[in-house]
């Protein structure tokens, strides 16, 4: 079992904070689908918080179905930090997690995210800082380094669990890397190796349920995050979940789960941010979700321009009635990972 300080999670595998996707409503879907042990917020700036930057709170709203929920700050100031992080401790987060590992100019540029990585003494100020203002685990989202020549992430976990950190979360690329090349898993498990005493959670390019337990083989990690496959397919924590615990992976869904999850996803949107926000985000969502389902060209066309949630309604209808119950094979680039399915290809 997989706990963080006292907080003991379901299952072993993360939802990992992705800026612009991992809002509420994506959270939402994705544990509607099962297999989530702990999903986080994006990365959300202390100060924002602070200020009561209305997209600050909006992105910080925490929907009493998606719990538990770890909320992730970012910020340069302990005490913003630990005011943020009270301010979300009273508002339900079960976790507050520290970003380390976001390359983005603008946050690198404030001192802030990845910029932490060269700055090991300023992390665990702001770490300090967390751990003495909340009473829930505090945890860090690490990459391993800055680049390939100063692979500082265990130093830097070991300072951090001494200062309080209840759990470690590695990316296991630099910043440097940005999302290219490969993840390294050997670094991950000189993490695991050097800080001992608490979960260290593994992170990056897991695909498929085999992936996350080569990832736990490989470097002992005690669970592990998924991030931008989940979006692709919102099953593969459930599968991961399974796989670890039995060894067998669940059923694909059949096309009408598919489309009934894409009305939910919608249907969260739509009530989480209006129609107008809800029609514009979904537009560019669903290209992941028909691209999965294998909708002809012509259909993805029609559905570029929806503005209202009645449009919305009435193309999900027409390819309600069209479809037949089928599983759909799961769409993925990893060979290895073939549920078993005896369905027709859709
Ligand atoms: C669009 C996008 C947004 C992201 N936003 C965040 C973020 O807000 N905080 C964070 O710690 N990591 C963020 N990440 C990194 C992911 O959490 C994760 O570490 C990375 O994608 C590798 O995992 P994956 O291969 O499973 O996606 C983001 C990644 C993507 C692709």
Same mark, same amino acid.
């Given at each position: 079992?997989?706990?963080?300080?006292?907080?003991?999670?379901?299952?072993?595998?993360?939802?990992?904070?992705?800026?612009?996707?991992?809002?509420a409503s994506f959270r939402l879907t994705v544990r509607h689908c099962g297999g989530v042990g702990l999903a986080s917020t994006e990365l959300l700036s202390a100060r924002g918080l602070l200020e009561e930057s209305s997209a600050s709170l909006a992105l910080a709203a925490i929907e009493a179905e998606d719990r538990p929920l770890c909320v992730q700050l970012f910020g340069t100031e302990p005490y913003e930090m630990a005011e943020a992080a009270r301010r979300m401790a009273d508002r339900g987060a079960a976790a507050i997690d520290i970003n380390m590992g976001c390359c983005v100019p603008k946050?690198?540029?404030?001192?802030?995210?990845?910029?932490?990585?060269?700055?090991?003494?300023?992390?665990?100020?702001?770490?300090?800082?967390?751990?003495?203002?909340?009473?829930?685990?505090?945890?860090?989202?690490?990459?391993?380094?800055?680049?390939?020549?100063?692979?500082?992430?265990?130093?830097?976990?070991a300072d951090l669990v001494s200062a309080g950190a209840a759990g470690i979360i590695v990316h296991g690329r630099t910043a440097e890397q940005k999302f290219t090349g490969e993840v390294l898993l050997e670094p991950i498990a000189r993490v695991v190796e050097r800080v001992g005493t608490v979960p260290v959670i593994g992170n990056g390019d897991v695909r498929s349920p085999q992936d996350a337990a080569r990832m736990i083989a490989q470097t002992g990690v005690a669970g592990v995050m998924i991030g931008r496959a989940a979006k692709r397919y919102p099953w593969l924590l459930r599968d991961a979940h399974a796989y670890l615990s039995t060894g067998c992976i669940p059923p694909p869904p059949t096309r009408r789960q598919w489309?009934?999850?894409? !009305?939910?996803?919608?249907?969260?949107?739509?009530?989480?941010?209006?129609?107008?926000?809800?029609?514009?985000?979904? !537009?560019?969502?669903?290209?992941?979700?028909?691209?999965?389902l294998g909708l002809p060209r012509a259909d993805r066309e029609r559905f570029r321009n929806f503005a209202d949630?009645?449009?919305?309604?009435?193309?999900?209808?027409?390819?309600?009635?069209?479809?037949a119950d089928v599983t759909v094979p799961r769409n993925t680039p990893v060979t290895t990972y073939q549920p078993s399915s005896t369905a027709r290809t859709v």
């Open positions: 079992m997989l706990a963080l300080g006292r907080l003991t999670l379901s299952t072993r595998i993360l939802l990992a904070p992705m800026a612009r996707i991992g809002d946050i690198v540029g404030r001192g802030a995210g990845a910029a932490l990585l060269r700055r090991p003494a300023q992390a665990v100020r702001l770490l300090a800082a967390v751990v003495q203002a909340v009473p829930l685990p505090v945890t860090a989202k690490l990459r391993l380094g800055w680049d390939r020549t100063c692979l500082t992430a265990s130093d830097l976990a489309l009934a999850l894409i !009305r939910t996803h919608f249907e969260h949107l739509h009530r989480l941010r209006g129609e107008r926000l809800a029609c514009a985000i979904f !537009r560019q969502r669903m290209s992941y979700y028909f691209a999965a949630a009645q449009t919305f309604d009435r193309f999900m209808r027409s390819i309600e009635e069209a479809t």
